[in-house]
């Protein structure tokens, strides 16, 4: 994990050495609200997923007034509820990635901007948790060979920088690639992660 963390660092600030008088750097964290979607899934998935968060850096690259290109590494909670029980506690598949997106942003007046890019995540963490709201009391690891270990998808979103410094975002990330390994199962499974964040942070 250490390994990956270090390389996505190095793709998002390895490209900021040129530019270093315009860049922003920052950092974001935030609530994601995550679930998996297509064939062979969706009869075990709860609607309303799990709950969990974001955080990491990012650096903001203006190429002109309006637009610019923002690479970030997060530390992504995702994965879905497996069960839901009236009052008692969810039971949690944790399916947490570190994720290197890199978003164009186009500014459409001061401070409102909308945003799209490609995102590369690397699979760190597979459990079930039995209760989620006691964190590390209820959870079990998975073997991680039933997941593929890069997950590859696109986010759209919105935001609004404040003259601060300060900036609002939300995005959704929807899966192009298959999360699971099927070569072990006996039936075959296309699931994707989608995920809406909201976030907060500053830059500089």
Known sequence: MKKVFFIAVLAVFGITAT?????????KGGVNFSSLSGKGFDAFDDPEGRTSFHLGLLAEIPLSERFSIQPEVLYSGQGFDLVS????????????????????????????????????????????????????????ELDGDMFNDV????????????????????RYNFGLSDIVNNEDLPVEVDAKNTVFAVSAGYSF
């Open 19 to 27: 530019q270093a008088q315009e860049v922003r750097l920052g950092a």
């Open 85 to 140: 029980r009236e009052g008692a506690d969810d039971t949690e598949v944790q399916l947490d990635y570190i994720n290197v997106p890199v978003m164009a942003k186009v500014y459409i007046v001061e401070g409102l901007y909308a945003e799209a890019g490609p995102q590369i995540g690397f699979n760190v963490k597979n459990e079930i948790d039995s209760d989620p709201d006691d964190f590390g009391s209820g959870e079990t």
């Open 151 to 170: 997950d590859f998808s696109v986010g759209v979103g919105a935001g609004y920088r404040f003259n601060n410094g300060l900036f609002l975002n939300a």
